[in-house]
């Protein structure tokens, strides 16, 4: 199945939760948000929340420093 990630295509299996595209992505999921064709999903919903095709998903990463 087909979904956009921060613009560019992207195969994902049937099935598979923002939770675990998120997994895919870092080690460390605690300073990434996700905006699910154009609504931000809260973390409590990444879990349960499954991707669908044709979804656009836009991850950013919080960084931090001084």
């Not at 080690?27 to 919903?45: C, S, T, Y």
Request: hydrophobic content about 35%; glycine content about 12%.
């Amino acid at each position: 199945m087909q979904i956009y990630l921060n613009g560019e295509s992207r195969n994902v299996d049937p099935g598979t939760s923002i939770e675990a595209l998120v997994l895919t992505l870092s080690d460390d999921p605690r300073g990434i948000a996700i905006e699910r064709n154009l609504e931000i999903v809260p973390k409590a919903e990444h879990g349960q929340t499954l991707l669908e095709e044709g979804d656009r998903l836009e991850v950013v990463q919080f960084v931090g420093g001084g």
